[in-house]
């Protein structure tokens, strides 16, 4: 359930980092998995180990790859900015991986394109690259995840964190592979 915080406007810096510690003392204590971020707006919280990776790999996102960055940030604040939304999650990261893959093969113009030109570039196992084929069917495939649906998503925020996950690994794999490691 969503609990409702009242505003921290007119508190002041001070009052507000003061409120801010409080409320997310409130919320560890309660088990509650959400805290104030540094904008004092509700955020899911990210276990450290996952907010080192995420970090380094938005950093890997820079010059020719900011479009990705931007689909890759969408994605993230999707999972664990308020409100959730877990199918627009989904589709922000298989678009970042899209945007790498674009930049990578410029002929393809999407990631089935990209998983098509990769199947010919001998530095990628065929097996992984089925794995990336089968990712971005999952997603295409999903209602109301990669195009419109005609039946309610069954999409759940654990998929999208899922497919968070796997989409970092990806872009990891993909900037290595291609020589490009910050």
């Known amino acids: 359930d969503y609990y409702e915080i009242p505003s921290v406007m007119g508190y002041g810096f001070k009052g507000q980092v003061q409120y801010q510690r409080k409320v ?18 509700p955020a899911r919280e990210r276990p450290k180990h996952l907010s080192k990776a995420l970090e380094t790999t938005e950093q890997t996102l820079r010059d020719s790859f900011s479009p990705a960055r931007e689909h890759y940030r969408k994605a993230v604040r999707y999972i664990y900015d308020r409100p959730t939304d877990p199918e627009n999650a989904i589709k922000e990261i298989i678009s970042a991986i899209e945007s790498i893959g674009r930049v990578y093969y410029a002929p393809a113009n999407t990631l089935g ?27 295409s495939s999903e209602p109301a995840v990669r195009h419109g649906a005609a039946t309610p998503s069954r999409v759940l925020l654990m998929d999208a964190e899922f497919c968070l996950h796997v989409g970092v690994a990806l872009i990891r794999y993909l900037t290595q592979k291609h020589g490009h490691v910050s």
Do not use: C, H
């Open 24 to 41: 997310n003392q409130l919320f560890n204590d309660e088990r509650i998995g959400w805290k104030l971020n540094d904008r004092a707006e």
């Open 113 to 139: 394109d990209v998983v098509k030109e990769m199947k010919k570039d001998k530095r990628f196992p065929p097996m992984l690259v089925s794995t990336i084929e089968k990712f971005y069917g999952f997603a």
